[in-house]
């Protein structure tokens, strides 16, 4: 006689259809939850960490003993459970066949509430720019002000590097009203500064243009990372003689220079600090020019 797979309790048999496997929307459930705990905790081992209990879903709703449960999935769910496969994997493993999956669904099921992958990648975009909302109305001064949205921005590419993928080096932005709330943000402080629209737009967008431009590295770096192990310090260090062999077989007298000093300076973190106070400085010639300079 069939047992249930959770408690061993006897069940009884099936008149039409698989037999089931449980003997109640409980027992059923708890197989569920201990299926995505293993699943996690599977993920955690490769990456050398403990999975949090909080990172479990909720179990979706039965639907017919032993087959597809009826989700009840939400846009908000979904997102997550993307993001979530982004930070731990990088976006290029986010599908929307993965998400379903993890999610223990059809990924038809999916399609009620995000259109495609393209609608998901925006929707993935909007949630971690809106982890980071800039304060109303934010610090005295033009400068102050750009300085803290630019350092905002930083720390989303550095929790979520892979977002720098889905934004830099387009033009054809994500539609996500939380990124789009950056540039906003952004003309409003330099508004009143005598500059007109056009140049607000520029400025704007070319604070956030080098911002994603500087986090590439960053989500290089986590994809290495994730497949090598391997820091960037230790690659530097394994490849120290082909390096040096290569400078002085080319003949380049500053580049022979580079020593651990210049390596930290090299670093994704001491170039977005070095541009970043350039380019305020920059922003300052512009309106120190005032109006109508060329």
Same mark, same amino acid.
Request: charged share 25%.
């Given at each position: 006689?069939?047992?249930?797979?959770?408690?061993?309790?006897?069940?009884?048999?099936?008149?039409?259809?698989?037999?089931?496997?449980?003997?109640?929307?409980?027992?059923?459930?708890?197989?569920?939850?201990?299926?995505?705990?293993?699943?996690?905790?599977?993920?955690?081992?490769?990456?050398?960490?403990?999975?949090?209990?909080?990172?479990?879903?909720?179990?979706?709703?039965?639907?017919?003993?032993?087959?597809?449960?009826?989700?009840?999935?939400?846009?908000?769910?979904?997102?997550?459970?993307?993001?979530?496969?982004?930070?731990?994997?990088?976006?290029?493993?986010?599908?929307?066949?993965?998400?379903?999956?993890?999610?223990?669904?059809?990924?038809?099921?999916?399609?009620?509430?995000?259109?495609?992958?393209?609608?998901?990648?925006?929707?993935?975009?909007?949630?971690?720019?809106?982890?980071?909302?800039?304060?109303?109305?934010?610090?005295?001064?033009?400068?102050?002000?750009?300085?803290?949205?630019?350092?905002?921005?930083?720390?989303?590419?550095?929790?979520?590097?892979?977002?720098?993928?889905? %934004? !830099?080096? +387009? $033009? /054809?932005?994500?539609?996500?009203?939380?990124?789009? *709330?950056?540039? @906003?943000?952004?003309? =409003?402080?330099?508004?009143?500064?005598?500059?007109?629209?056009?140049?607000?737009?520029?400025?704007?967008?070319?604070?956030?243009?080098?911002?994603?431009?500087?986090?590439?590295?960053?989500?290089?770096?986590?994809? %290495? !990372?994730? +497949? $090598? /192990?391997?820091?960037?310090?230790?690659?530097?260090? *394994?490849?120290? @003689?082909?390096?040096? =062999?290569?400078?002085?077989?080319?003949?380049?007298?500053?580049?022979?220079?580079?020593?651990?000093?210049?390596?930290?300076?090299?670093?994704?973190?001491?170039?977005?600090?070095?541009?970043?106070?350039?380019?305020?400085?920059?922003?300052?010639?512009?309106?120190?020019?005032?109006?109508?300079?060329?």
């Amino acid at each position: 006689m069939p047992t249930c797979e959770t408690c061993g309790r006897a069940l009884g048999a099936s008149e039409r259809g698989r037999p089931p496997r449980y003997c109640s929307r409980a027992c059923r459930a708890r197989a569920y939850r201990m299926r995505v705990a293993d699943r996690l905790a599977a993920d955690a081992r490769e990456e050398g960490r403990a999975a949090p209990e909080a990172e479990v879903p909720h179990p979706p709703p039965a639907g017919t003993e032993g087959g597809a449960p009826e989700v009840a999935l939400d846009r908000s769910l979904i997102v997550r459970t993307a993001t979530d496969v982004a930070d731990r994997e990088g976006v290029a493993a986010v599908s929307m066949r993965r998400v379903a999956a993890r999610l223990g669904v059809g990924v038809m099921s999916l399609y009620r509430y995000v259109a495609n992958r393209e609608e998901l990648n925006d929707l993935m975009v909007d949630a971690v720019f809106g982890e980071r909302p800039l304060p109303e109305p934010g610090p005295d001064g033009w400068r102050a002000k750009l300085e803290l949205s630019a350092r905002a921005e930083w720390a989303i590419y550095q929790d979520h590097p892979w977002v720098s993928h889905l %934004v !830099a080096v +387009t $033009t /054809r932005p994500p539609v996500a009203p939380n990124l789009m *709330a950056y540039t @906003d943000w952004r003309m =409003r402080a330099l508004a009143g500064h005598d500059l007109d629209f056009t140049t607000l737009v520029q400025v704007a967008i070319m604070i956030g243009t080098y911002l994603q431009s500087a986090a590439i590295p960053l989500a290089h770096e986590a994809q %290495v !990372a994730r +497949t $090598t /192990r391997h820091t960037r310090q230790q690659w530097a260090d *394994a490849r120290q @003689d082909a390096i040096h =062999r290569t400078i002085h077989a080319a003949r380049l007298p500053m580049v022979s220079e580079f020593g651990s000093e210049a390596f930290q300076a090299s670093e994704p973190e001491s170039i977005f600090e070095f541009g970043l106070h350039r380019m305020l400085d920059g922003i300052a010639a512009l309106l120190d020019r005032g109006p109508g300079a060329p």
